[in-house]
């Protein structure tokens, strides 16, 4: 199966792609993780990525396009993997959408976690208290920026695969455990329909406070 984790950022969309990637085998596709590694490795891309990243702002469509066509054809995604933090704009998802099906594949699954976005931002604070920030990107003013990204880049997406019919919503704000949960329920209920389900309930977008 070909499932993509979407919600903002720190949603635990990394947290959840690691359990199914451990359950399942789909690999967890973290095209920011990809970047963050180009980043230590002092990549050319890398390099050219960094300043961006660190600001919040998204890097451009053709690079982690590019990056997720190629991570697409090594072997371990063959029976399919976890999109995590890709796509974030049409044009990604478009593009998606074209590498998959010359590989004779679609997009069978897209799951919101839903989280309110001062949780979020409680989270990240906590994080900092606890000396637990690892991420230059990690604090409460660059996450708001990134929020305000999400919003106005990423959000259209939840339209474009609702239209498709593949959009289910689950609470990101319940424990982890949970979460895994109503995760496999969605996973198993659309293997045996052969369709992702869809309700009013489901993949209405919680939008939530501004911040
Ligand atoms: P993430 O770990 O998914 O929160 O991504 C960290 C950062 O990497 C983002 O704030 C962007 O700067 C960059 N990034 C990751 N994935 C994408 C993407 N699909 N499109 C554009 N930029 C991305």
Redesign the pocket.
């Known amino acids: 199966m070909n499932l993509v984790l979407f919600g903002p950022?720190?949603a635990g969309?990394?947290t959840q792609a690691r359990v199914l990637q451990e359950s399942r085998g789909w690999p967890q596709l973290?095209?920011?993780?990809?970047?963050?590694d180009a980043c230590r490795r002092g990549t050319q891309l890398g390099v050219k990525?960094r300043e961006?990243?660190?600001?919040?702002?998204?890097?451009?469509?053709e690079?982690?396009v590019g990056i997720?066509a190629d991570r697409l054809d090594q072997p371990d995604c063959a029976d399919g993997a976890v999109f995590?933090?890709?796509?974030?704009?049409i044009a990604?998802a478009e593009a998606l959408d074209a590498i998959l099906a010359k590989r004779g594949r679609q997009i069978d699954l897209v799951i919101e976690l839903k989280v309110k976005d001062e949780i979020l931002v409680a989270r990240v604070e906590q994080r900092i208290r606890d000396g637990g920030q690892s991420?230059a990107?990690d604090t409460p003013q660059?996450l708001r920026h990134?929020l305000s990204?999400y919003y106005k880049?990423t959000c259209p997406l939840l339209d474009y695969y609702r239209a498709q019919g593949k959009l289910a919503g689950v609470d990101g704000m319940a424990a982890i455990p949970a979460v895994t949960a109503a995760i496999t329920a969605l996973i198993e209920r659309g293997s045996q329909s052969g369709a992702a389900p869809v309700s009013a309930a489901e993949t209405q977008n919680s939008r939530v406070a501004k911040l």
Not at 30 to 36: C, W
Not at 55 to 61: A, F, I, S
């Open positions: 950022p720190g969309k990394g973290s095209t920011g993780e990809m970047l963050r990525c961006l990243m660190d600001r919040g702002e998204l890097v451009p469509d690079i982690v997720i995590d933090g890709f796509p974030r704009t990604q991420r990107d660059t990134r990204v880049n």
